[in-house]
């Protein structure tokens, strides 16, 4: 029979990290800019920092998601390495973890070791990784992958800030700055939750209310402290 439901976890893992890219590029770009804009800073200044926080923030991104996830993908293989010894080793204990993982699910102990015996016969790694260790084909662990999409979504967002510097006055920044890259907060919020199935409001509200925080704390920091001439 033919499979006509659409799931969304097969998304989780480029989701996630497109999501977390795109949003620490509008909020630590148009931070840095309402911090420095505060400063009282020219355009060229806001320009210039704004475009090296989205350079260095890129980077950051990719080489954060990288690592984390490769490390991640490192548990994942030795967890199935480990597996695929101990299938070697001593099958039939493995056949019987497998009808227990079964029963303690709901199954009675006859279907239990009859579903254990097939799965093992078809695939008995495939079905270890599944059923004991929780490691399933959506959300395997892909480090280029997670890397890719963290530092292509963080320069996309970093540019929309910046876009608005190059489109308003020096004295109008702030407030430009400070407008829009809430509003790209709030879309980009409702567009994850839809893309995943999640409330639309609850996530562009989230993403809004942090994103404001951030931009005041900053704006704040640089009205205090800096002075540029």
Same mark, same amino acid.
């Given at each position: 029979?033919?499979?006509?439901?659409r799931?969304?976890?097969?998304r989780?893992?480029?989701?996630?990290?497109?999501?977390?890219?795109?949003?620490? #590029?509008?909020?630590?770009?148009?931070?840095?800019?309402?911090?420095?804009?505060?400063?009282?800073?020219?355009?060229?200044?806001?320009?210039?920092?704004?475009v090296?926080?989205?350079? =260095?923030?890129?980077?950051?991104?990719?080489?954060g998601?990288?690592?984390?996830?490769?490390?991640?993908?490192?548990?994942?293989?030795a967890?199935?390495?480990?597996?695929?010894?101990?299938?070697?080793?001593?099958?039939? $204990?493995?056949?019987?973890?497998?009808?227990?993982?079964?029963?303690?699910?709901?199954l009675?102990a006859?279907?239990?070791?009859?579903?254990?015996?097939?799965?093992?016969? $078809?695939?008995?790694?495939?079905?270890?990784?599944?059923?004991?260790l929780?490691?399933f084909?959506?959300?395997?662990?892909?480090?280029?992958? %997670? =890397?890719?999409?963290?530092?292509?979504t963080?320069?996309?967002? =970093?540019?929309?800030?910046?876009?608005?510097?190059?489109?308003?006055?020096?004295?109008?920044?702030?407030?430009?700055?400070?407008?829009?890259?809430?509003?790209?907060?709030?879309?980009l919020?409702?567009l994850?939750?839809?893309?995943? #199935? =999640?409330?639309?409001?609850?996530?562009?509200?989230?993403?809004?209310?942090? #994103?404001a925080? %951030?931009?005041?704390?900053?704006?704040?920091? #640089?009205?205090?402290?800096?002075?540029? %001439?």
């Amino acid at each position: 029979m033919r499979h006509i439901e659409r799931h969304r976890s097969h998304r989780i893992g480029w989701l996630r990290a497109a999501v977390l890219g795109a949003n620490d #590029g509008i909020v630590s770009t148009a931070s840095l800019v309402l911090g420095v804009a505060a400063a009282g800073a020219s355009s060229s200044s806001i320009m210039v920092a704004g475009v090296a926080g989205l350079v =260095a923030g890129a980077m950051s991104m990719a080489a954060g998601e990288y690592v984390s996830v490769s490390s991640q993908s490192d548990t994942e293989r030795a967890d199935l390495e480990r597996e695929r010894q101990e299938l070697l080793a001593d099958p039939e $204990h493995e056949q019987e973890e497998l009808a227990t993982i079964y029963v303690d699910r709901g199954l009675d102990a006859e279907l239990a070791s009859s579903v254990a015996t097939q799965l093992m016969r $078809h695939d008995a790694l495939g079905a270890h990784a599944r059923d004991e260790l929780g490691i399933f084909e959506s959300s395997t662990a892909r480090p280029m992958q %997670a =890397a890719l999409a963290s530092a292509g979504t963080f320069a996309t967002g =970093a540019a929309l800030p910046l876009l608005v510097v190059l489109s308003f006055p020096a004295n109008q920044l702030k407030w430009a700055v400070a407008g829009s890259s809430l509003l790209f907060l709030a879309l980009l919020g409702s567009l994850a939750a839809r893309a995943g #199935g =999640a409330s639309v409001l609850t996530a562009a509200v989230r993403v809004t209310f942090w #994103g404001a925080l %951030a931009m005041a704390l900053t704006a704040g920091v #640089g009205a205090l402290f800096g002075v540029v %001439a």
